[in-house]
């Protein structure tokens, strides 16, 4: 199953086990005798959840989960199936509109089976260029006055280097995105996966006037124009796109949503041809590796991951911020924002070729059991680094970006965890602040 964002009921559920403890208090204390555990739960059952998040690319995310559990005769773990409808949208014109189904033992098999349609729209997505091409200047895009822009998108009062509110914007929407996985152990904790991935993408590079948007070109359209995109064809359209998967996978970790020591490695390959049902012929391959070990002590603890992605072919532009492997979805790639380098703005670097590194030192220095509920308490500093090339030819000598910062994380339980981070780009100049679910990695 895929990581939900973050959830307000894990709050809720804390205060109700609260209001519950303090009535058992007042109660007499119960006769001695055998521990009774109570039957194991059978059967279906609904669940929902809301959503809600917060970053400085996306705004604030809020929406809700519907999930339908399926706990079979109460011996599978976690449960025989699911079926899940998700609605979720941000303040700043994202939405991820899931149906999915989640069988960890299909059809009393060894293999994990999943599916996931979507529906998605990233109306403001980030374009800065491709490889060591890839600028940003804040004056560009960065206007105070936003009134005045209704009547003159071009111009900005006090900004003469503005080229327009959406300068480093364009539109896209996957409509649906389709997503088939299977997953399997083969020895220990050896796995292997393969998928497939059909994607509908519609992309606009214009803006209407309630948008703000400029007359004048996109940087986009620019990097058209000049012919370091895309041959100089026209971008504009809906494109198809359709990809076979496989995946083998080493984990190691002590504990998946909080290792404390262990590895998770990962060696993925992906490709789309005509028959695979897709309108372009590409390839790609990803190399994943985390490591994670105690500094003198399980409250101290040094993380690393270590990914490189690499494509080739016909990749189209809208895909070049794409990483590979089971983990990762649309929107989550490029070399900067929540889920890859905190403070650098989100897909700051792109292209067919891409590494990126993330280190963190954990430091778990509280614990307490308030209404018999546990909460850890973790601080973290990190530093995130990465690069991008435009093709395997590694010509380009722009230089990548690092940015580093601190958070801390909350964990529910030791499995619930809620993180908070602040990174800082000291090459842009530009910060992020990022509310959202589970490790970065």
């Known amino acids: 199953m895929y990581a939900i964002r973050t959830t307000w009921a894990v709050v809720l559920a804390v205060l109700l086990g609260g209001v519950t403890a303090r009535a058992q208090e007042s109660l007499p204390p119960p006769t001695p005798g055998p521990p009774v555990q109570p039957p194991p739960r059978t059967g279906w059952r609904v669940q929902g959840l809301p959503l809600l998040n917060f970053n400085s690319d996306e705004g604030l995310g809020y929406g809700a989960r519907l999930m339908l559990v399926d706990a079979g005769d109460g011996t599978q773990a976690p449960y025989r199936h699911a079926i899940i409808a998700q609605f979720f949208q941000t303040t700043r014109g994202n939405a991820v509109h899931r149906f999915m189904f989640d069988a960890p033992t299909f059809l009393d098999s060894k293999w994990r089976l999943g599916l996931d349609v979507s529906l998605l729209n990233d109306r403001f997505s980030p374009y800065y260029g491709v490889g060591g091409g890839a600028d940003f200047d804040q004056d560009f895009a960065a206007c105070d006055d936003r009134s005045a822009l209704e009547d003159a998108p071009d111009v900005c009062p006090g900004n003469p280097s503005f080229r327009g509110l959406r300068y480093y914007n364009f539109e896209q929407r996957t409509l649906p995105s389709v997503v088939l996985n299977a997953r399997r152990s083969v020895k220990g904790p050896l796995q292997v996966a393969m998928g497939y991935r059909f994607r509908a993408t519609r992309v606009a590079t214009r803006y209407a006037a309630d948008d703000l ?80 070990h105690p500094l003198g002590s399980d409250r101290l603890v040094a993380a690393l991951r270590v990914m490189g992605d690499a494509m080739g072919g016909d990749v189209p532009f809208f895909l070049l911020a794409s990483f590979g492997g089971v983990e990762w979805r649309d929107g989550w790639g490029g070399v900067g924002g929540v889920f890859t380098a905190r403070g650098i703005l989100k897909h700051r670097l792109q292209g067919e070729v ?24 973790t601080a973290v500093a990190f530093l995130d680094a990465g690069r991008a090339w435009s093709d395997l030819s590694f010509q380009e000598r ?20 809620v993180r908070m981070d602040y990174g800082v780009s000291p090459q842009d100049g530009t910060t992020g602040f990022y509310l959202d679910f589970n490790h970065l990695f």
Request: hydrophobic share 40%; glycine share 14%.
């Open 354 to 377: 891409k590494a990126l590194v993330n280190g963190e030192v954990r430091w778990h220095f509280l614990s307490v059991l308030p209404w018999k509920q546990r909460l850890d308490f």
């Open 213 to 292: 948007g400029q007359s004048r070109a996109s940087r986009l359209e620019e990097d058209v124009q000049a012919g370091r995109l895309n041959d100089g064809n026209p971008v504009t359209g809906t494109f198809r796109t359709a990809e076979l998967t496989a995946g083998l996978l080493l984990d190691l970790r002590d504990n998946e949503p909080a290792p404390i020591r262990g590895m998770f490695h990962e060696l993925a390959v992906r490709g789309a041809a005509g028959a695979t049902g897709s309108s372009f012929n590409y390839w790609g391959a990803t190399a994943n590796f985390r490591f994670y």
């Open 398 to 417: 722009g230089m990548g970006r690092y940015a580093g910062g601190g958070g801390l994380r909350v964990a529910w339980e030791k499995n619930f965890i």
